[in-house]
């Protein structure tokens, strides 16, 4: 996610920018601009997610570029910075649908917290659009039509539809899981299904009933066996394979795992197979 920050005060723009741990908050990206015209090119050339802006700037103000988002139907989140507590600003402010409306100087808890929300409700609505993606192709109708003995009450129905979407998701979870041993963790995971790693965990659990974590351990455990069987991959090169980033750790994981070393087992498959 891309934030841009606008303020005709060069000190302001950096400040917000070294304010808070961006990457923490989930913004991989922050740039910052002096004027209105400068924004609008940002905006052209990048997809932004979150707008931080003065309002009162030389030239064309914050209002103003908030127009020409809404005028282009951008799907931007928007806090406003102010100097003045004016009612007039709150008011246009909430009639340009912004999230936030700030008088400065703004505290850093405050932006954290702020920043927080917004960050959730983008990754809520990324949630719900995945969701609908998965439920218009579970859901058809067959030739477009409900018959009467399809008809269910409108609660039974959405909550079919909910269950039906979150199973599908967290099998494409698993799917992933499994394509990407050797690399996958809970925040890519997070991040690749538009899902807040709490969510994630919660969701997981709640679908299978075991916690995420002892599910990849389960998947690398298992086609490290079978890698072991194959007799022709070093242990080392395993370890790399399954996600383990040394052959300590994964000699000690799997050891725990199984119940013998790495070598034991493949010496033990070796021996069921009748190889010296």
Not at 160 to 179: A, D
Not at 256 to 273: A, L, Q, T
């Amino acid at each position: 996610m891309k934030l841009l920050v606008v303020d005709d005060n060069k000190y302001v723009v950096e400040g917000i920018k070294r304010q808070l741990d961006w990457e923490e908050l989930g913004i991989d990206c922050v740039y910052g601009c002096y004027s209105v015209p400068q924004a609008v090119e940002i905006l052209k050339e990048h997809v932004i997610d979150f707008l931080i802006t003065d309002i009162e700037m030389p030239g064309q103000d914050g209002f103003e570029l908030l127009k020409w988002l809404r005028e282009r139907e951008m799907e931007v989140d928007t806090v406003l910075l102010t100097s003045y507590a004016d009612f007039s600003y709150a008011r246009a402010a909430v009639s340009f649908q912004c999230f936030e409306y700030l008088l400065k100087p703004v505290e850093t808890a405050v932006i954290r917290e702020v920043m927080e929300k917004l960050v959730e409700r983008r990754n809520q609505r990324e949630r719900d659009r995945r969701l609908m993606e998965y439920g218009n192709h579970c859901l058809l109708r067959r030739d477009g039509e409900e018959t009467e003995g399809e008809k269910e009450t409108e609660g039974e129905t959405e909550g079919q539809e909910q269950e039906g979407q979150e199973k599908q998701l967290i099998q494409e979870i698993q799917k992933y899981i499994r394509e990407h041993l050797d690399d996958v963790s809970r925040s890519q995971l997070a991040e690749v299904f538009f899902l807040s790693p709490n969510y994630l965990s919660k969701l997981f659990r709640k679908e299978t009933g075991d916690s995420l974590s002892k599910f990849i351990q389960q998947e690398r455990m298992g086609k490290a066996k079978r890698l072991l069987k194959q007799n022709k991959m070093s242990i080392s090169r395993i370890a790399e394979e399954t996600g383990y980033p040394s052959f300590a750790h994964f000699s000690k994981q799997f050891k725990k795992f199984v119940g013998m070393s790495p070598n034991e087992y493949r010496r033990k498959g070796e021996e069921e197979n009748g190889i010296s």
